[in-house]
């Protein structure tokens, strides 16, 4: 089968039903990074299916730069938008445990 663009807009990935249901997300990522733009669109396409998603693009930084350069200011930023994240996850999304 031949996929066109066509096809991909409005058959085979329509954001509202091929992301339904998914939970929210939260990444980050160096503008450096390879897979980069398939990050962003990814974050993109769940924002768009309604889905709470917020992502961070990091300039000058590369694949794993908060492995890396773990005590470099922009992993600190990187952390804390992370753990902002969690927290409202945790306070938002989780169920009470008993």
Not at 12 to 35: C, H, N, Q, R
Not at 37 to 45: G, I, S
Not at 68 to 76: C, I, N, Q, S, Y
Request: contains cysteine; aromatic residues 14%.
């Amino acid at each position: 089968m031949h996929v066109t663009d066509e096809m991909i807009d409005s058959e085979i990935l329509p954001a509202a039903k091929f992301f339904a249901g998914l939970p929210p997300a939260t990444s980050f990522v160096g503008d450096l990074e390879p897979f980069r733009d398939e990050l962003v669109q990814y974050m993109q396409n769940l924002a768009d299916a309604g889905i709470d998603s917020q992502w961070k693009v990091y300039p000058g930084c590369i694949h794993m730069f908060d492995s890396v350069a773990p005590d470099a200011t922009v992993t600190k930023q990187a952390m804390e938008f992370l753990m902002d994240r969690f927290d409202y996850a945790r306070k938002h999304f989780f169920a009470e445990q008993k």
